[in-house]
């Protein structure tokens, strides 16, 4: 371990990795059965057409006797270890339960979004080889069509299930190596790939939730990511049992209003959201005066504003972390006593214990050989896309994503590889274009990209979506470009700028650069 960190870090990651990544290690017993049965592990929050909340307690006793049932369910079904299940459900209580059971046969949790449509789910479970799916009534349609797939959904069939068997005698201790997850890339340079996650994984999530998010025993913690993608799968679902941390489960569609209220309400002292969140609340005035004790944010880097108004609206900055899914996070702006930092805007933060993180070759790269917590060991029977992120020695680990490390080891993420734009022989990352050109009042939501240009071998484009009562025109164009000339460099000035009603992103909100360019 490292020689620079406190002791009682040290020790952390020694009792992690000897609890998650043994041998006989059982997942159902290390993510609930090992906890107090009376303690809370999940407040699901569910919102009527009034707008008021309705909250309900589930406990790991709930939690343990439902699952054990339907893990008995899913085995009249067919359904044993190494098999693959795909569940496509919002945040509720039955999403908990079905991951679980699942866990407790020793078979593979596939995570669907509900936001897919259906050739996006059909790809998901004929590479995973699923032959099960557990849904809901909103979902189930999505499914017609594709052959082989048994469904089973969250309602009267589930409870049913659930009542009418007996529980499991004993869970399936598969090991640390064994698979939990399989979870598929977002697709935002390429096509999705799967992304095996074994159970020695929970280390990492444990860790991450201490030391990034400094999640404790007291807090009224809300990671608000959708479980359907690795954030809110890693640190909303499975880094919250694995520690022994409730979190909040909202079983509804995201907005300003819902999220101020459930903050007031609840006491929320610790969140957690994407980007495009916080960018989202930023514009509604109820949005103020709150005392957050933490809050965070990963999937996109953090402009500057976001931050800066945080700590007026929320009573805290927002710290910025950085990692991919493949991984989790694993460089942040730590939250935890022992390890937090000044904030430097921009800066994605330092290197979280358990992985030893540089730059090579410009991209942020993992040392394979001095990060116990790293678990990625390839994609799913894509050998040629595995080795495509090793360095010819197998030593580093290539994210892909360009970056810079500074003489204090702080990180600051640059762009994706294949966005940098390269003009007259200058790298230009778009995200520090991005992070000028956002602070312009009329600015709502915005992207660069490079365009191919004869002279210059690119130039920079601007996509620009306005606020609802500016009319993007060639005045506000020059505006914009005389924005970036002075507020980052002359030479890196948008030759463009389009003003559009939206961009195109994921369904987990990162922005799909490589549809811009195709315009």
Same mark, same amino acid.
């Given at each position: 371990?490292?020689?620079?960190?406190?002791?009682?870090?040290?020790?952390?990651?020694?009792?992690?990795?000897?609890?998650?990544?043994?041998?006989?290690?059982?997942?159902?017993?290390?993510?609930?059965?090992?906890?107090?049965?009376? @303690?809370?592990?999940?407040?699901?929050?569910?919102?009527?057409?009034?707008?008021?909340?309705?909250?309900?307690?589930?406990?790991?006793?709930?939690?343990?006797?439902?699952?054990?049932?339907?893990?008995?369910?899913?085995?009249?079904?067919?359904?044993?270890?190494?098999?693959?299940?795909?569940?496509?459900?919002?945040?509720?209580?039955?999403?908990?339960?079905?991951?679980?059971?699942?866990?407790?046969?020793?078979?593979?949790?596939?995570?669907?979004?509900?936001?897919?449509?259906?050739?996006?789910?059909?790809?998901?479970?004929?590479?995973?080889?699923?032959?099960?799916?557990?849904?809901?009534?909103?979902?189930?349609? /999505?499914?017609?069509?594709?052959?082989?797939?048994?469904?089973?959904?969250?309602?009267?069939?589930?409870?049913?299930?659930?009542?009418?068997?007996?529980?499991?005698?004993?869970?399936?201790?598969?090991?640390?190596?064994?698979?939990?997850?399989?979870?598929?890339?977002?697709?935002?340079?390429?096509?999705?790939?799967?992304?095996?996650?074994?159970?020695?994984?929970?280390?990492?999530?444990?860790?991450?939730?201490?030391?990034?998010?400094?999640? =404790?025993?007291?807090?009224?913690?809300?990671?608000?990511?959708?479980?359907?993608?690795?954030?809110?799968?890693?640190?909303?679902?499975?880094?919250?049992?694995?520690?022994? =941390?409730?979190?909040?489960?909202?079983?509804?569609?995201?907005?300003?209003?819902?999220?101020? /209220?459930?903050?007031?309400?609840?006491?929320?002292?610790?969140?957690? @959201?994407?980007?495009?969140?916080?960018?989202?609340?930023?514009?509604?005035?109820?949005?103020?005066?709150?005392?957050?004790?933490?809050?965070?944010?990963?999937?996109?880097?953090?402009?500057?504003?976001?931050?800066?108004?945080?700590?007026?609206?929320?009573?805290?900055?927002? =710290?910025?972390?950085?990692?991919?899914?493949?991984?989790?996070?694993?460089?942040?702006?730590?939250?935890?006593?022992?390890?937090?930092?000044?904030?430097?805007?921009?800066?994605?933060?330092?290197?979280?214990?358990?992985?030893?993180?540089?730059?090579?070759?410009?991209?942020?790269?993992?040392?394979?050989?001095?990060?116990?917590?790293?678990?990625?060991?390839?994609?799913?029977?894509?050998?040629?896309?595995?080795?495509?992120?090793?360095?010819?020695?197998?030593?580093?680990?290539?994210?892909?994503?360009?970056?810079?490390?500074?003489?204090?080891?702080?990180?600051?993420?640059?762009?994706?590889?294949?966005?940098?734009?390269?003009?007259?022989?200058?790298?230009?990352?778009?995200?520090?274009?991005?992070?000028?050109?956002?602070?312009?009042?009329?600015?709502?939501?915005?992207?660069?990209?490079?365009?191919?240009?004869?002279?210059?071998?690119?130039?920079?484009?601007?996509?620009?979506?306005? @606020?609802?009562?500016?009319?993007?025109?060639?005045?506000?164009?020059?505006?914009?470009?005389?924005?970036? /000339?002075?507020?980052?460099?002359?030479?890196?000035?948008?030759?463009?700028?389009?003003?559009?009603?939206?961009?195109?992103?994921?369904?987990?909100?990162?922005?799909?650069?490589?549809?811009?360019?195709? =315009?």
């Amino acid at each position: 371990m490292s020689q620079t960190q406190p002791p009682a870090v040290d020790a952390a990651l020694t009792e992690w990795l000897t609890t998650f990544s043994a041998a006989d290690a059982n997942a159902a017993h290390l993510l609930v059965d090992r906890h107090d049965p009376s @303690a809370v592990a999940f407040t699901q929050i569910d919102v009527d057409e009034q707008g008021e909340l309705a909250m309900t307690d589930l406990t790991y006793g709930e939690l343990a006797a439902e699952s054990k049932r339907l893990a008995t369910a899913l085995a009249a079904q067919g359904i044993s270890q190494g098999d693959t299940v795909g569940v496509l459900m919002g945040k509720r209580a039955e999403l908990v339960v079905s991951l679980l059971a699942i866990a407790r046969l020793g078979a593979v949790y596939i995570p669907l979004f509900t936001a897919f449509a259906t050739p996006a789910i059909e790809m998901r479970l004929t590479g995973g080889n699923a032959k099960l799916v557990i849904t809901e009534d909103s979902q189930v349609s /999505k499914l017609d069509g594709i052959e082989g797939i048994t469904t089973i959904v969250a309602g009267p069939q589930f409870s049913a299930l659930i009542e009418e068997s007996e529980p499991i005698a004993t869970s399936v201790a598969a090991g640390g190596d064994a698979p939990l997850v399989l979870i598929f890339t977002s697709g935002t340079t390429g096509a999705p790939k799967g992304v095996p996650v074994p159970v020695r994984s929970l280390a990492a999530f444990v860790a991450y939730l201490t030391y990034g998010l400094d999640v =404790r025993a007291d807090d009224v913690f809300w990671n608000a990511a959708d479980p359907g993608w690795a954030y809110g799968l890693y640190y909303g679902i499975l880094g919250p049992l694995a520690a022994g =941390r409730r979190n909040i489960l909202l079983h509804a569609g995201f907005s300003a209003a819902v999220t101020s /209220k459930l903050i007031t309400e609840l006491g929320v002292t610790n969140f957690a @959201a994407a980007p495009t969140v916080y960018r989202s609340i930023k514009t509604d005035p109820a949005i103020s005066g709150f005392h957050l004790r933490r809050a965070s944010s990963a999937g996109e880097p953090l402009t500057p504003d976001v931050i800066t108004w945080s700590v007026d609206a929320l009573g805290t900055e927002v =710290r910025d972390h950085y990692g991919q899914t493949e991984h989790g996070m694993f460089v942040n702006n730590h939250w935890h006593d022992d390890l937090r930092k000044d904030l430097i805007p921009g800066s994605m933060g330092y290197a979280m214990p358990g992985f030893s993180v540089d730059v090579v070759d410009g991209q942020i790269a993992i040392d394979t050989t001095a990060s116990p917590l790293m678990w990625f060991t390839g994609y799913l029977d894509a050998p040629e896309k595995t080795a495509q992120r090793y360095t010819d020695d197998g030593r580093w680990y290539l994210t892909g994503d360009t970056g810079r490390k500074d003489e204090e080891d702080r990180f600051f993420f640059t762009a994706r590889d294949d966005d940098v734009i390269i003009m007259a022989g200058y790298r230009i990352g778009p995200f520090d274009v991005e992070s000028v050109l956002i602070t312009h009042p009329a600015v709502i939501d915005v992207a660069v990209v490079g365009r191919p240009d004869e002279l210059r071998g690119e130039v920079l484009e601007a996509f620009v979506v306005t @606020a609802d009562d500016v009319e993007g025109d060639a005045a506000l164009e020059a505006e914009l470009q005389q924005l970036v /000339k002075t507020g980052f460099a002359a030479h890196a000035y948008p030759r463009t700028v389009h003003f559009v009603d939206a961009l195109p992103k994921t369904p987990s909100g990162k922005v799909q650069r490589f549809l811009l360019r195709q =315009r």
